[in-house]
């Protein structure tokens, strides 16, 4: 009720002001008409006006004024409030609130109290100093860090201490044997900063738990640095089998026979702790210390590591022998063996390394202990961080199988040196291939991933000798043949690229690839009559529609159009929904001024091939250059109607609308496009760039919600950041295009140019490295440059140099909108 009331009851309210306003006007609305006609006054009037006066009635009241001396109880209590108080009132209250007691002889007298505290702070100075010759030297740093020591504390923490203390000391008293409550009244105590009742607590702990190892420890590290060693000392005598005490008296000493001495003689009492051992070999030198780990293994005969370590300082047949006994003393245990096979492969015995492995298997698994494929495996790798090669390739040939199905061999052993790999155990891995290849010869995905590891990690030596290998038991593989030659090539060995290839003939004599790896072999290396020779042998072999359009390439570099004409012809005859062909027809036929020409070689086409694009847009332009826009738009309209939801038909519309100067129509065709291929991410790269500055960033937020992983919107972005000037955030947008399409050419030169304006000597070197590995094949402008005759022999790095310098014709990103 009251909120249906509500807009009644406001309305009600404010008539009411209203009404109030017009019958009580302020003084500023009655003046309101006077003020606005001082608008009209002139200088003279306004300086005629008097100045205001003090005409109240109080000035013209005659003041009676009367002058009478100061009584003196005013001049008495004046004095009291001047002088300074130095006395307290025995009945003053306290600050909560109580009555000071009359008992506590309470203090009266502040000035005392200033001068006490000057007397005990002369009297601290005093210890501190020191007279020499009558002159008094206090050391200041030492004074400050004694008052920095000082600690505060709150009533809160000491009510905790003191209830902590009580409780302890009913623990230490109805339990005295008790070796933790001491332990933690005298840590309660040094918490508190009473280090010499900790101490005294702490011995009273020793003398009721003797036998404890922990109080004479807790002991040792409260005394003073002069007392440690007696009480350390104590403990010993006390426990004379404990290792930490002898191991915490061997640190007290200060030098390293002393710490010798100390732990030899805890080995009188322990002889057989591998703790004092260690501690004691670590000390000595070597020939102290093979001396000690052979007395170590007579006592320890069952720790492993006191026999390898004694392996590692004896000569080769000393070393043999160790081992022998060490397996003979724990024959359970894989290290022994391992080591043994390292020790033959460091003195050159190559042919003994995989029979100790071998052995050490055999022996294992008849003294019935498992074994652990993947521990093996981390031995092996252990092995080749060590420098044993050979052992770790002998542990993995012999360990990978066991365990394994056969029919998940081939999987498995993938899985298990991709991961080495990744680790960074690149022998282990090609060990792993190794051993795969051997069992599996005919696989030739295993040969590629063996491959793909030399490429990365192995010489150029061991890569073409893994990929001989790889032909010779798959000689129907044509990958890797043509693998093999282009690592030959790479390397710069031509005759011997072309050698592979003449082998990879007679084994594959109908391969169209080989044909065309030939002829690219031939053309890169400018040798266009062998090229030609081989595509025409190819063509006789009735090649497909790739080795026609090769063909046409030769000739149109060499320059020979009829023939080039004539090999088209041919070819469309043969392959008639081969749409290259008929690109490159229609294109030579519009290079050479012949409009009418293309045109109809157009039209053919699409009436071939009704679904390709790139002919659709190349008749669009071909249409716009003769008869105009109207023309064009017709193209493009037909276009997306045989072909709807196509972004890249719309992008040409909307340009073609741009290039006339139709912003309007370009706009409305753009909107038309984002709702029939909202994903779009060239429209939405496209309609970021035409927008306004000020909305580019409203519109790349659109962009980026509708397809976030777009390397085109992605660019566009990174554009905006560049036209901002934030460079870290327009690198690492290019970064990011250039790392989800490394294959488009447009975004390498963008980023390039970028890194040219803004980076360094490194970034830019990175960038044109990066770009050289991956490429690019695709991109508008990078397909224009790179299909160009004048450039069909140039290098990656040349063609990206040049697709930055057609960017640098365009608008410069930096310059200020139009």
């Known amino acids: 009720m009251d909120s249906r009331r509500k807009d009644r009851r406001e309305a009600r309210l404010k008539q009411e002001i209203e009404k109030y306003r017009a019958s009580n006007p302020k003084i500023t609305e009655q003046f309101a008409d006077l003020k606005r006609k ?36 005013l001049l008495e209590k004046a004095r009291q409030e001047q002088e300074h108080v130095t006395a307290l009132d025995p009945k003053s209250r306290a600050a909560g609130g109580t009555e000071t007691p009359w008992a506590q002889t309470p203090v009266t007298d502040l000035t005392a109290v200033g001068e006490g505290r000057g007397t005990v702070l002369s009297l601290k100075l005093d210890r501190l100093s020191d007279s ?31 209830k902590a203390r009580l409780l302890l000391k009913s623990v230490t008293q109805t339990n005295p044997k008790h070796p933790p409550g001491w332990i933690a ?23 009721e738990c003797p036998t404890n190892e ?7 590290r409260l005394a003073s640095p002069d007392e440690a060693k007696a009480v350390i000392a104590r403990g010993v005598k006390a426990i004379p089998n404990s290792v930490k005490l002898w191991l915490q008296a061997a640190k007290l000493e200060m030098s390293d026979l002393n710490k010798s001495r100390v732990l030899r003689k805890g080995l009188e009492h322990i002889p057989d702790s591998v703790r004092l051992w260690k501690a004691v070999v670590e000390l000595a030198n070597e020939e102290d210390a093979r001396l000690l780990l052979h007395r170590a293994v007579e006592c320890c005969p069952l720790h492993v590591e006191l026999w390898l370590a004694l392996a590692r300082l004896e000569t080769y047949d000393q070393a043999k022998k160790v081992l022998n006994k060490a397996r003979e003393k724990l024959p359970k245990e894989p290290a022994i063996w391992i080591t043994a096979a390292k020790l033959e492969e460091a003195n050159g015995n190559t042919q003994s390394v995989n029979k100790v492995i071998e052995r050490s298997i055999r022996t294992l698994q008849r003294e019935g202990l498992d074994i652990d494929r993947e521990a093996w495996l981390k031995e092996a790798e252990a092995a080749e961080r060590a420098g044993s090669v050979l052992t770790c390739q002998a542990i993995v040939k012999n360990t990978i199988g066991i365990g394994v199905d056969d029919e998940d061999r081939k999987r498995t052993w993938v899985a298990d040196a991709e991961e080495c790999k990744k680790r960074g155990s690149i022998e282990t891995a090609r060990a792993i291939y190794a051993h795969a290849l051997s069992v599996f010869v005919s696989k030739k995905s295993i040969w590629l991933k063996a491959a793909q590891l030399e490429k990365s990690h192995g010489t150029k030596d061991s890569l073409y000798n893994l990929l001989r290998k790889a032909v010779t038991y798959n000689p129907r593989a044509e990958v890797l043949w043509l693998m093999s030659a282009k690592e030959k090539w790479l390397a710069g060995d031509v005759p011997a690229a072309r050698a592979i290839l003449q082998e990879a003939y007679a084994s594959l004599p109908n391969s169209e690839e080989i044909w065309l790896a030939a002829f690219k072999l031939e053309f890169e290396n400018n040798e266009p009559e062998r090229a030609r020779i081989l595509l025409s042998k190819a063509r006789e072999r009735g090649g497909t529609e790739r080795v026609w359009m090769k063909s046409a390439i030769v000739e149109r570099e060499l320059g020979n159009v009829d023939e ?33 020409k293309a045109k109809e070689v157009y039209e053919n086409a699409l009436k071939h091939c009704p679904s390709c694009i790139p002919l659709w847009l190349s008749l669009a332009n071909l249409e716009e250059k003769i008869n105009g826009l109207s023309k064009s738009r017709a193209v493009l309209t037909m276009a997306r109607k045989k072909n709807p939801a196509t972004p890249e038909l719309w992008l040409a519309a909307v340009r073609a609308e741009l290039r006339h100067g139709n912003k309007k129509e370009a706009d409305a065709l753009l909107a038309k496009a984002l709702q029939e291929c909202p994903t779009s991410g060239i429209l939405w790269a496209a309609a970021i760039e035409m927008v306004p500055r000020p909305q580019r960033k409203a519109k790349s937020s659109d962009a980026i919600k509708r397809c976030d992983h777009d390397p085109h919107v992605i660019a566009a972005v990174a554009k905006l950041f560049w036209h901002d000037r934030k460079v870290d955030k327009a690198r690492s947008w290019l970064n990011r295009a250039v790392t989800l399409s490394p294959d488009i ?6 980023y390039y140019k970028f890194e040219l304006q803004h980076g360094n000597a490194d970034t830019q070197k990175d960038v044109l490295q990066r770009c050289v590995a991956a490429e690019p094949k695709h991109g508008e402008r990078w397909q224009a440059i790179t299909k160009a005759v004048e450039n069909s022999h140039l290098s990656v790095e040349a063609l990206l140099k040049k697709a930055v310098v057609a960017l640098g014709q365009e608008e410069n990103p930096n310059a200020a909108d139009p």
């Open 745 to 750: 050419g447009d975004f390498w030169a963008l």
């Open 132 to 162: 020499v010759s009558g002159l008094t030297v206090v050391d200041p740093k030492g004074y400050l860090t004694d008052l920095k020591s000082m600690k505060i504390t709150s009533d809160a923490e000491i009510s905790d201490i003191k």
């Open 564 to 596: 080039e004409r004539k090999l088209l012809e041919e070819g469309l005859k043969l392959f008639p929904s081969f749409f290259k062909l008929w690109l490159m027809l229609g294109q030579m036929e519009d290079r050479l001024g012949h409009g009418a």
């Open 38 to 73: 001082l608008v009209d006054l002139s200088a003279q009037e306004w300086e005629s006006i008097p100045e205001i006066g003090d005409y109240s009635l109080r000035n013209k009241k005659k003041r009676f004024e009367s002058f009478v001396p100061v009584p003196d109880t």
């Open 214 to 220: 922990d109080v004479w420890l807790e002991a040792c």
């Open 185 to 207: 009244a005298a840590r309660l105590e040094e918490v508190a900063g009473k280090l010499q009742v900790a101490r005294q607590l702490i011995q009273r702990g020793c003398e």
